[in-house]
């Protein structure tokens, strides 16, 4: 019976520190809704002003090494399946943080070329802040800021009028610029090259 008991007592703990894991992950100036950018978004629930604390990025703070293991699972998982999804944010030099837990609802803010939010780091805990004043029902965003290497695995559908086309950090935007030029001289030569016709002397 006493041990039943303790069974019973440790279920209690966990469901306990369970929601306050999930109450820590929750604000009352957001919610979850199907977003038009892809998949489901974030959404404010009321006015918000600029700079105001709007929801904790939680996740579970790992080191560089099993942050590389993480991310080699999930670039191998989107190869097979096409899904992309990255939840690993930069913390400091020794860790990450990887946001991919259920109760996380800051994981599901999209990305914007015309970003409203930004997050901050404060010590090793991610909050996300509003860059400017936002209106009640828009969608929130924040510049994920993917290195412009990987510009063609991440086309952007953010649909704002600056919409750079892909996912890459603002800070990289010039760099792409000259990228996609130079890809599309290539496309543009072997169309070229394709089309030529042969012709009698
Ligand atoms: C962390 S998830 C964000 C939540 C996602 N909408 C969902 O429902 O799971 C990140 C993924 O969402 C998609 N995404 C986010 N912002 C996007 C954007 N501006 N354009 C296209 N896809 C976007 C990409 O597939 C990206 O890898
Ligand atoms: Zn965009």
Aim: glycine share 6%; charged share 35%; aromatic share 6%.
């Amino acid at each position: 019976m006493g041990k039943q008991k303790s069974k019973a007592e440790k279920t209690a703990k966990l469901i306990r520190k369970m929601k306050k894991l999930w109450e820590e992950a929750q604000s009352e100036l957001c919610e979850v809704r199907n977003s038009a950018i892809h998949g489901r978004g974030v959404y404010a629930s009321r006015p918000i002003k600029k700079g105001e604390k709007i929801i904790e990025y939680v996740g579970e703070l790992i080191d560089k090494e099993e942050s590389d293991r993480r991310a080699h699972i999930q670039a191998e998982r989107a190869e097979k399946h096409g899904d992309a999804a990255v939840y690993i944010f930069t913390v400091d030099d020794q860790y990450d943080l990887d946001g991919n837990l259920p109760w996380n609802t800051a994981r599901l803010i999209n990305h914007s070329c015309e970003p409203n939010c930004e997050a901050w780091i404060d010590g090793s805990r991610i909050f996300i802040h509003a860059l400017r004043a936002i209106k009640e029902g828009e969608e929130l965003s924040f510049d994920y800021g993917f290195d412009v290497d990987t510009w063609e695995e991440h086309p952007c559908r953010c649909g704002k009028k600056s919409c750079v086309g892909h996912i890459v950090s603002r800070t990289q935007w010039a760099e792409l610029e000259i990228k996609k030029r130079a890809k599309q001289a290539e496309v543009e030569a072997t169309h070229q090259s394709r089309n030529r016709r042969p012709r009698l002397k």
